[in-house]
């Protein structure tokens, strides 16, 4: 009997042939992740956070996430993904780049190898829509996106999916030429008009969904700008608004307290280290929502801050979806880990 293992690798350009770009596959299979979480029918460790002296600010960290997802999925896998901030501006290279690895979990052998840099941005992306979906307010119209780079792309797209009403677009971004091309990226991208402006506060002001994916570590976004009714969606790692936002919000909701919290870094994080906001504040995990546990927006005057600091299930379930159409399709490349292994 043969031992011989063979698993598939994904290319980036294998991983978009094979659905990598599909925003409404992709809030398909991040709505069917929290479903089977709030099942308890996922298993999430604590995600690695490699910090890179002097700091990850300055050069950069790389982060392991990985989990299990059962029901009808039945797949372990892991992320790992660098973060260097100073890429696109220095080496023209993205500032993320990641590697997906998915494994049986009957024999624990590898299923696939994939680029997971596609997986991420979109996963980042469709998790903001699945937010939007639940807790926007149905005929919003004006979507502000604070920073301009590869996150505002598929936020765009996501939140375009969740909301059709969507009329506008507008941007800001510190770097004017990446504002400005960023800005036509996503109009191509949505097909919705977008507009960059020169200020944090034009962009802001009148908007009913708020997205801030930046690398700020002091607030950008004023209190005084939020509307009642809308919701802000806050993507970035670190502090990109007033504390009076997230304060003033009626309702406050995350992906996982217990992960945001572990993670240190993000405005709620803090807020709550600062004894600023208590385990009491937060008024549900998106999963509760997701499944019907818990109501999403119940008003159009409420004002919600959503907060998700990413969570491995949600890459393999993405990666997953992808896999499973490469396969169908006869996408990849099959590699070859052993003929024969060497001890048993």
Not at 14 to 42: H, P, S
Not at 112 to 137: E, F, N, Q, W
Not at 250 to 274: C, G, N, S
């Amino acid at each position: 009997m043969s031992k011989k293992v063979e698993f598939l690798y994904l290319s980036q350009e294998d991983v978009r042939a094979a659905g990598g770009l599909d925003m409404k596959m992709t809030m398909e299979a991040i709505e069917r992740a929290f479903k089977l979480l709030n099942a308890g029918q996922v298993i999430i460790p604590d995600k690695i956070v490699m910090e890179l002296p002097p700091g990850e600010r300055e050069r950069g960290r790389i982060n392991g996430l990985a989990a299990y997802i059962g029901g009808d999925w039945e797949v372990a896998g892991i992320k790992w993904i660098p973060s260097f901030p100073k890429n696109p501006f220095q080496r023209g290279l993205p500032r993320a780049s990641a590697l997906i690895i998915l494994n049986d979990t009957q024999t624990g052998l590898p299923l696939v190898v994939m680029d997971g840099t596609i997986p991420s941005a979109m996963r980042t992306g469709a998790v903001g829509g699945v937010g939007a979906k639940y807790l926007a307010r149905k005929n919003s119209e004006v979507l502000c996106l604070i920073g301009l780079g590869v996150q505002a792309r598929t936020q765009a797209m996501a939140i375009k999916e969740a909301l059709p009403s969507l009329k506008k677009i507008r941007g800001y971004d510190k770097a004017v030429e990446r504002g400005v091309e960023g800005a036509k990226e996503i109009e191509k991208l949505t097909g919705v008009p977008t507009k960059y402006f020169s200020t944090p506060e034009e962009a802001v002001m009148g908007a009913d969904v708020i997205v801030t994916a930046t690398v700020a570590n002091e607030p950008i976004v004023k209190e005084k700008w939020v509307k009642d009714g809308s919701l802000f969606i806050h993507i970035g790692s670190y502090v990109e608004e007033e504390y009076e936002v997230v304060l003033n919000s009626d309702k406050i909701v995350v992906d996982d307290w217990h992960v945001v919290k572990h993670r240190k870094t993000p405005v709620l994080a803090r807020m709550y280290d600062e004894k600023l906001i208590t385990d009491s504040d937060i008024y549900a995990n998106l999963d509760e929502i997701v499944a019907g546990k818990k109501p999403g927006r119940e008003s159009d005057d409420e004002r919600i801050f959503f907060a998700p600091i990413g969570m491995a299930h949600e890459d393999v379930a993405v990666a997953s979806m992808i896999y499973e159409r490469a396969k169908r399709e006869g996408i990849g490349k099959t590699l070859t880990l052993w003929n024969e292994p060497i001890w048993i």
